[in-house]
T-cell receptor, first 111, second 116 residues
């Protein structure tokens, strides 16, 4: 995860929006991903964005990509208690199948 | 999407012993991977398990410490050898069906290992 950095913790009130930020260093990254890990479970792919896009929306999730600044964010609208989890940012370099993960942001949703 | 199971789900082991973790997929998949997730840290790729040949290890990981088998397209094992407390971690198996342009990896639930 040294090439992908995330803030470690986020606390948000139920019903508010959550924004999780990530920076990466590999400019050749073709795809960037957000994975979710619920307690005691493996990782689940939430969404991904191709590097030639700057935004992708999928229901309550909005991904923003600033390729110039190598900055990726995930916005969760109307955050629910079920959104409490660890969220990992990941990238895939060009012509590679390997995923490089950030350290994960622990999101806690409070009532 | 692929469904992955791992055995055991957790174990507590003594220093110097070895543990073999199994990963079973409900369909044939192109690529299988083994990751380590140390407490409070990100996932680190240990190796890619290759069907019918030796695994491809990442920098810092060696076959003697983490032997891997992949006898077919649905099954793989990872052995953690001669364990020390530093090996306490969650070990995750993942697969990529190789059917999409992007890398969609499906992860197993993980094996939580504690070494005393």
């Amino acid at each position: 995860g040294e090439d992908v950095e995330q803030s470690l913790f986020l606390s948000v009130r139920e019903g508010d929006s959550s924004v999780i930020n990530c920076t990466y260093t590999d400019s050749s990254s073709t795809y960037l991903y957000w994975y979710k890990q619920e307690p005691g479970a493996g990782l689940q792919l939430l969404t991904y964005i191709f590097s030639n896009m700057d935004m992708k929306q999928d229901q309550r999730l909005t991904v923003l990509l600033n390729k110039k600044d190598k900055h990726l964010s995930l916005r969760i609208a109307d955050t629910q208690t079920g959104d409490s989890a660890i969220y990992f940012c990941a990238e895939t370099p060009r012509n590679d199948y390997k995923l490089s993960f950030g350290a994960g942001t622990t999101v806690t949703v409070r009532a | 999407s692929a469904v992955i199971s791992q055995k055991p789900s957790r174990d507590i082991c003594q220093r110097g012993t070895s543990l073999t973790i199994q990963c079973q997929v409900d369909s044939q998949v192109t690529m299988m991977f083994w990751y380590r997730q140390q407490p409070g840290q990100s996932l680190t790729l240990i190796a890619t398990a290759n069907q019918g040949s030796e695994a491809t290890y990442e920098s810092g990981f060696v076959i003697d410490k983490f032997p891997i088998s992949r006898p077919n397209l649905t099954f793989s094992t990872l052995t953690v050898s001669n364990m020390s407390p530093e090996d306490s971690s969650i070990y995750l198996c993942s697969v990529d069906e190789g059917t999409k342009a992007y890398n969609e990896q499906f992860f197993g639930p993980g094996t939580r290992l504690t070494v005393l």
